[in-house]
């Protein structure tokens, strides 16, 4: 087994403050996600490394850039916070190919004031 | 990337065997169907996952028509832990389709 750990598990911002979210999985995938949702809304992908140093832009990777510091970590970095946005944030971790299922960690919530 | 139709909610009573419906029409011949659950304030949950033959684990059963157009989770005897969104999710296998692409999903309730 493993786990995937996020920090922080709740972020509050300011309008245009720049925020980094960090994910770290002991699995030893090789690849990582990162989802935004919505409230009652369904995932998005953002971003996704297949390998270490290797970084893909996902549907909605404006606004936002990531880093893949190694084979276990996996930063995403808000460039300019909306007002008002609310949101979690998801990290996610699997081998590579479409048969091997994605596991999750539990979520960055980040409030923007 | 192909799409899949889920009715928004169903309910269900502890005990029941449960079957949720998800429509992939417009599935393509590399892409896996996933099944995954979520409840508040959690990440989502890996259920099962096919290509194209049933297949079952300790969680969940997933019958998959013929033509794969359509595929159903059927849970056995649900409790009040089953409660959740649960997504069908189609993925591919090659390059860009990593990705998981998740819509609203089946809101199942369970009551006691």
């Known amino acids: 087994g493993g786990i995937i750990t996020q920090t922080p598990k709740f972020l509050i911002g300011q309008e245009g403050q720049k925020l980094t979210l960090k994910c770290q999985q002991n699995f030893n995938h090789d690849t990582m996600y990162w989802y935004r949702q919505d409230s009652g809304k369904g995932l998005r992908l953002i971003y996704y490394?297949?390998?270490?140093?290797?970084?893909q832009k996902g549907d909605l990777s404006e606004g936002y850039d990531a880093s893949r510091e190694k084979k276990s970590s996996f930063s995403l970095t808000v460039t300019s916070a909306q007002k008002n946005e609310m949101a979690v944030f998801l990290c996610?971790?699997?081998?590579?190919?479409?048969?091997?299922?994605?596991?999750f960690g539990p979520g960055t919530r980040l409030t923007v004031l | 990337d192909a799409k899949t139709t889920q009715p928004d909610s169903m309910e269900s009573t502890e005990g029941e065997t449960v079957h949720l419906p998800c429509s992939h029409a417009t599935i393509s011949g590399n892409e896996y169907i996933y099944w995954y659950r979520q409840v508040p304030l959690q990440g989502p949950e890996y259920v099962t996952h096919?290509?194209?033959q049933n297949t079952t684990n300790s969680m969940a059963f997933l019958a998959i028509a013929s033509d794969r157009k359509s595929s159903t989770l059927i849970l056995p005897h649900v409790s009040l832990r089953d409660a959740a969104v649960y997504h069908c999710?189609?993925?591919?296998?090659?390059?860009?389709?990593?990705?998981?692409?998740f819509g609203e999903g089946t809101k199942l309730t369970v009551s006691s």
């Open positions: 096919g290509l194209q």
């Open positions: 490394s297949i390998t270490e140093n290797d970084l």
């Open positions: 996610a971790s699997s081998h590579w190919g479409g048969f091997y299922e994605q596991y």
């Open positions: 999710i189609l993925r591919g296998n090659q390059g860009g389709s990593a990705k998981l692409i």
